[in-house]
């Protein structure tokens, strides 16, 4: 596996990453409150229970490889949540660090306006 912050201490990132646009959370705040609690409840449960969590993909899923899944999950489980207090947690150092790698090597045209780009206002309080 290649990590692409092993190449420069900027582009360390997040993944996944969840999107939605300005106009739902306009239109629809509590769909989106209500989406991210539920998304933070399950992986909270892979967290804490990783093999039930493995469990639970391998009964919905079962022509996966039962090792690789079970293997993959309790390497995973400690990191959904890494060095955050909480699930779903960024930083802006992250992603300006990673936007400004970018328009560096000019992928992006201009500069990212980073406290635009993501927000923890939907998530769980710690």
Not at 35 to 47: E, H, L, S, V
Request: charged share 30%.
């Amino acid at each position: 596996m290649l990590y692409v912050k092993d190449y420069s201490d900027k582009l360390d990132y997040y993944t996944p990453v969840l999107v939605t646009n300005e106009q739902q959370i306009k239109d629809d705040p509590e769909l989106v409150k209500s989406f991210m609690r539920a998304t933070a409840k399950g992986y909270q449960y892979c967290i804490d229970k990783p093999e039930d969590a493995a469990n639970i993909l391998l009964k919905a899923v079962p022509e996966l490889d039962h090792k690789l899944v079970l293997a993959s999950q309790k390497w995973l489980s400690p990191k959904y949540k890494d060095d955050a207090s909480r699930w779903g947690e960024q930083k802006e150092q992250i992603w300006k660090g990673y936007s400004d790698w970018m328009y560096e090597h000019k992928l992006l045209d201009k500069p990212l306006e980073v406290s635009k780009a993501y927000t923890n206002d939907f998530l769980l309080q710690p």
